[in-house]
DNA sequence: GCCATTTTTGACCGATTGGACAAACGTTAG
DNA sequence: CTAACGTTTGTCCAATCGGTCAAAAATGGC
């Protein structure tokens, strides 16, 4: 069979596969790509690993692979960014949707950020290209707000910037995030404070009110 | 001769050692701890791998001297966070020495980062007791400012994590935002964005001025 | 039940890796 | 000059790695 061309693909075959991503994720988001090894993924996929290698062609396969299917899912947050409604609105979901993502996905934050870190060797096609026309998309919104008057003027691609920084922060640095707060708070208790924080943080600040 | 007693180390001992811990700080903050090899890093400075393992027992030993001696200069900044002085001023100030670091830095935040990102296999004793203790001890410092009605009323800890997350994030995510910014503006002149940007944000948020 | 196709596996390979070691080299004090 | 000590290197080793391959096992259509 050729498990190439996807039109081909039994059902057990995108089972498989699905399995496989699911362990390569698991496996390559603590390790990276260069620390993780066929065997680790295939062990976690309950496979062997040239069973594993029937599947795909090689561990650069299952790593693109991955990279690419969950960038949709990463940008979506973005994407739902909506030039009509209240600026200060749709800044405030950005941010505590960015924030459940990092909760909810921090394997994925943390497989981009390995990429990223070492010079994005795997990533950068598509930094350049998806990444790059949405940021200016959306950038061109926000700096429609600010024309308008209806939030500070800033720059927008830095503003970005910082809602992606703080956000992924708590995905990426998780265990010094844990390590500087101590066993008091558990995960949602965490996730609470954050969102209060950042939320206070983008609307008004650090200036004591008055 | 006994490379491991400190006591007895010769000048050009030292100086090799030296030389030894600047190309490991560049090859590993490139491609993290396993991403790294003994031979990339004796190229880097110089020399033959064997004679490298004659100044330092092993890999994990260059990496922890290395970690262990950049542990203060990175946190150089917060420490000078000073009780007295203007609270806004103090804030403004560690924001502005903390985005220096990343900007003349970037290798030891990296090297931070990548070994955090994974689980802060090494660095983890480190964040358990130096860190936290810092950070405790400022938490208490700008709680403080809060209690005395000087800065707005939030979590400090969290504010700490934000002032880390949008400083480092120029450094450890580089190429993601010389991907997303292009061309345009150079180090220099990115950085004064940064810099604007980021004392906006703390200082007043994102409401606009009324 | 039988055959063709798909799936799984054990055995293997060449390359790379961290590290050991003894021999060679350089330097310097007497 | 030379013995002692510090330094450097070529060679080697065992372990691990990504990936191949042929044969065995399971599966499904008839």
Redesign the interface.
């Known amino acids: 069979m050729d498990t190439a061309s996807p039109k081909t693909r039994t059902r057990i075959q995108k089972q498989k596969r699905e399995l496989i991503l699911e362990a390569a994720l698991e496996v390559f988001s603590?390790?990276?790509?260069?620390?993780s090894t066929i065997d680790q993924i295939a062990e976690a996929a309950g496979m062997s690993k040239p069973n594993l290698l029937y599947y795909f062609r090689s561990k650069e396969d299952i790593h693109h692979t991955l990279i690419q299917r969950l960038l949709d899912t990463w940008l979506a947050p973005l994407r739902e960014l909506d030039d009509v409604g209240d600026p200060?609105t749709e800044?405030r979901g950005y941010i505590r949707r960015k924030l459940e993502m990092a909760r909810d996905f921090p394997r994925e934050s943390?497989l981009f950020?390995?990429d990223?870190?070492?010079?994005?060797p795997r990533a950068?096609p598509m930094?350049?290209d998806e990444?790059?026309t949405l940021?200016d998309e959306k950038a061109e919104v926000i700096l429609g707000w600010m024309k308008a008057?209806?939030?500070?003027r800033?720059?927008p691609?830095?503003?970005i910037?910082?809602i992606?920084?703080?956000t992924?922060?708590?995905a990426?640095?998780d265990?010094?995030?844990r390590?500087?707060?101590?066993p008091g708070r558990d995960g949602e208790g965490r996730f609470e404070?954050?969102a209060?924080?950042?939320e206070?943080?983008?609307?008004?600040?650090?200036?004591?009110?008055g």
Chains 1, 2 share one sequence.
């Open positions: 603590q390790h990276g790509f260069r620390g200060l800044l943390r950020a390995n990223i870190l070492q010079g994005a950068m930094l350049e990444l790059k940021v008057g209806r939030i500070a800033t720059d691609r830095h503003l910037f910082s992606w920084a703080t992924q922060h708590y990426d640095f265990v010094q995030v390590a500087v707060l101590g404070d954050a209060r924080f950042l206070q943080l983008f609307m008004d600040g650090l200036k004591p009110k």
